[in-house]
């Protein structure tokens, strides 16, 4: 089970198997382990729909942004593991995806709905085939050299795990969104006979563990590419119970 906001403690004697947690114990304990479990199964069947902007600027904020919000992403960022995670309003995702919409850079938009303590992610990849590699095989006593085909894929995935507060005013994050873009034409070696592609591609990863309010913008994280730099913005909130088992 993912870990529980449900922090008490039980003392008794249990057995399980097949599903079934059976409790020796007098009835007060009993009582107590089925309090437990009710509040768990009621953790867990909470709803949580997550956004998520994947935005990317270039390098000097201070050119494209307001000073004041350029100060606070610049402060955010530079602070290595920082626990720093500013919130935004609207208008400040709004002018950042605006900003890079201008200069033609990349934005990416992801929505996820889960269970509270779900694992769950978005991928949004592009595939191409192409030769990657080669292999000899000997048939007939002749010596050929065969293609093998490999699968690139460039775009973004975005996966998070969310744990929502006892009191339901915060949402506990982990986070991972990663990106892969193809920088230039392929380069292409041929080897007897065999046209053998070699891209070129960017990776970037941006890991971020959080506590943010419910309902609010926040500053995940960002990292640098080049002189680029990619922003991932989240707002986590809580949207529904679940519908109760009959």
């Not at 009993?30 to 956004?51: D, N, R, S, T």
């Not at 610049?74 to 200069?103: F, M, Q, T, W, Y």
């Not at 922003?231 to 088992?245: M, T």
């Amino acid at each position: 089970l993912a870990p529980v906001s449900v922090q008490e403690k039980v003392q008794g004697v249990f057995e399980k198997g097949e599903g079934r947690v059976t409790v020796l114990a007098p009835v007060s304990v009993k009582e107590k382990v089925q309090g437990l479990l009710e509040k768990l199964i009621a953790e867990h069947q909470l709803i949580v729909h997550l956004e998520t902007r994947l935005v990317t600027l270039d390098g000097d904020l201070s050119e494209t942004l307001p000073p004041l919000l350029a100060k606070r992403i610049d402060g955010a960022l530079s602070k290595e593991k920082s626990a720093d995670h500013p919130r935004l309003d609207r208008e400040d995702v709004d002018r950042l995806v605006a900003s890079a919409n201008l200069r033609k850079l990349p934005v990416h938009m992801p929505s996820i709905t889960l269970f509270n303590h779900q694992l769950a992610h978005v991928l949004v990849v592009n595939q191409a085939a192409m030769i990657t590699d080669a292999k000899v095989t000997v048939e007939g006593g002749e010596r050929k050299l065969e293609p093998i085909i490999g699968i690139l894929n460039t775009g973004f995935t975005v996966q998070v795990r969310p744990a929502v507060s006892e009191d339901k005013t915060r949402i506990a994050l982990d986070i991972v969104a990663q990106t892969a873009e193809k920088t230039g034409p392929s380069h292409v070696a041929v080897v007897e006979g065999v046209p053998i592609e070699m891209p070129e591609l960017t990776h970037l990863a941006i890991t971020a563990s959080l506590d943010a309010p419910r309902g609010e913008w926040v500053l995940a994280g960002g990292a640098r590419r080049g002189e680029q730099v990619v922003l991932l913005l989240v707002k986590a909130d809580v949207v529904a119970p679940a519908p109760a088992e009959k």
